[in-house]
């Protein structure tokens, strides 16, 4: 489980051939073991190889083609940045809000003004975005101010816009969403009491 408070930001070493390398600092890389669970750009990756560095770490993980078909992972190239968080411990500080790492599909910019960004997204998942509710954009808690008919807006403060990829976005950036995993669990419960 993760919270959307993103850790700290990686580069993209490698992506082929179903395999993702992503370096990152000395202080994120060293607390991390092989078989741990890592959310880049928010979709929850198991880490196959820890290599440690003089001044970084190399992260290296499988990519099945699910996970590719489902986020903008597959989009991304050498050099290219990554948002990445640990999976939250038993016990530990929760400040974001519940996320499982499990992208239901991605979507696209369409505006960026004074923080608010303008995000276009599938209809099919639309009912789950609902206005001062959470989602996850490429793993960052965000609230959700309002919801149109294919689009929803999200605040992004000055402090998320500057530690975070957040502040490469742009007009036709592709991000990954998650939406809110009670309102699922929530609709799934009803439909069952309704086929009742």
């Given at each position: 489980?993760?919270?959307?408070?993103?850790?700290?930001?990686?580069a993209?070493?490698?992506?082929?051939?179903g395999?993702?390398?992503?370096?990152?600092?000395?202080?994120?890389?060293?607390?991390?073991?092989?078989?741990?669970?890592?959310?880049?750009?928010?979709?929850?990756?198991t880490?196959?190889?820890?290599?440690k560095?003089k001044i970084?770490?190399?992260?290296?993980?499988?990519?099945?083609?699910?996970?590719f078909?489902?986020?903008?992972?597959?989009?991304?190239?050498?050099?290219?940045?990554?948002?990445?968080?640990?999976?939250l411990?038993?016990?530990?500080?929760f400040?974001?809000?519940?996320?499982?790492?499990?992208?239901?599909?991605v979507?696209?910019?369409?505006?960026?003004?004074?923080?608010?960004f303008?995000?276009?997204?599938?209809?099919?998942y639309m009912?789950?975005?609902?206005?001062?509710?959470?989602?996850s954009?490429?793993?960052?808690?965000?609230?959700?101010?309002?919801?149109?008919?294919?689009?929803?807006?999200?605040?992004?403060?000055?402090?998320?816009?500057?530690?975070?990829?957040?502040?490469?976005?742009?007009?036709?950036?592709?991000?990954?969403?998650?939406?809110?995993?009670?309102?699922?669990?929530?609709?799934?419960?009803?439909?069952?009491?309704?086929?009742?």
């Amino acid at each position: 489980m993760f919270t959307g408070i993103i850790e700290t930001i990686g580069a993209v070493e490698k992506n082929r051939a179903g395999r993702l390398e992503v370096l990152v600092s000395l202080k994120f890389g060293n607390g991390i073991k092989t078989g741990s669970s890592v959310a880049v750009n928010g979709a929850c990756l198991t880490i196959i190889q820890n290599v440690k560095f003089k001044i970084q770490n190399l992260l290296c993980f499988d990519v099945v083609p699910e996970t590719f078909s489902r986020t903008n992972l597959g989009l991304l190239k050498k050099g290219d940045t990554v948002n990445l968080e640990r999976a939250l411990k038993a016990g530990g500080r929760f400040e974001g809000h519940i996320a499982q790492g499990h992208v239901e599909a991605v979507a696209r910019i369409t505006n960026i003004e004074d923080g608010i960004f303008t995000i276009e997204f599938s209809k099919e998942y639309m009912r789950y975005i609902v206005p001062k509710g959470s989602v996850s954009v490429d793993g960052i808690s965000l609230t959700v101010v309002d919801v149109l008919k294919n689009y929803f807006t999200v605040a992004v403060i000055p402090r998320t816009m500057e530690n975070t990829i957040a502040k490469f976005y742009k007009k036709g950036s592709v991000v990954n969403i998650e939406v809110d995993i009670i309102g699922k669990y929530v609709e799934n419960l009803l439909n069952h009491c309704i086929k009742k």
